[in-house]
């Protein structure tokens, strides 16, 4: 049965199993959230998101408010609450098909936090999970955190050619300029002549970008 209301209700039986999900537009509580969010007054935001997450759990969105509780977590410097706050929805089962992106977001977000926090091998199981979505800019994520990953773990190598080949995969993704230019970086570093041919990559595919304006004149 499928209702629509002021957005949609729907609820669907498959064999014993029964589910019931609402689509509702945005309520005051989430465009409260919002407004101290975008006035950088975190911890208002926070509470507001984390209350309206707990309300609006069933019509639509729950993935939203948890994800910007734990950005204004996070820009508190509070990431261990954040990343609480993120690992609640893995635990969670979602019956709308419409929350999967945020989902997705989510979890990217997760790995980085726990990157962060150098919790490497939960953030790679999460990574590994991302590199099998059908979203170019997820999988381009996630080859990016392992990359990462290996810069922490000082594995430099590794991690400049991890960036660069993410780079010759997704060479038109909005980031492509700043993985190339931390190669670049990894190189100097290392007194790795191949710095040069990162230099020039940099300046003949990526002119415009505030990346390659960094480059040694």
């Not at 706050?85 to 977000?109: T, V």
């Not at 660069?164 to 993985?179: G, H, I, K, W």
């Not at 990162?198 to 960094?214: D, G, H, P, V, W």
Request: aromatic share 8%; glycine share 4%.
């Amino acid at each position: 049965l499928e209702y629509r209301l002021s957005g949609e209700l729907k609820k669907s039986v498959i064999g014993n199993d029964a589910y019931l999900y609402a689509r509702l537009p945005q309520p005051e509580e989430v465009k409260n959230a919002d407004k101290k969010f975008k006035s950088r007054q975190w911890e208002d935001a926070a509470a507001l998101y984390r209350k309206a997450g707990n309300d609006h759990r069933k019509t639509g969105w729950r993935v939203y408010c948890v994800y910007n509780e734990a950005l204004a977590l996070d820009n508190m410097g509070r990431k261990n609450e954040a990343i609480l706050a993120l690992s609640q929805l893995e635990k969670e089962s979602q019956s709308d098909p419409g929350q999967i992106s945020g989902l997705n977001q989510a979890r990217d977000f997760l790995a980085k936090l726990l990157i962060d926090v150098n919790a490497f091998d939960e953030a790679l199981e999460l990574l590994q999970k991302q590199l099998r979505l059908n979203d170019s800019s997820l999988v381009f994520a996630a080859h990016i955190r392992r990359a990462d990953i290996l810069q922490k773990l000082d594995r430099k190598p590794e991690a400049a050619m991890l960036y660069y080949r993410t780079v010759l995969l997704f060479p038109n993704d909005p980031r492509s300029a700043e993985a190339l230019y931390t190669c670049y970086t990894l190189l100097s570093a290392l007194q790795d002549p191949d710095k040069e041919k990162i230099a020039e990559m940099l300046k003949q595919n990526y002119k415009e970008s505030s990346f390659t304006a960094q480059l040694p004149r």
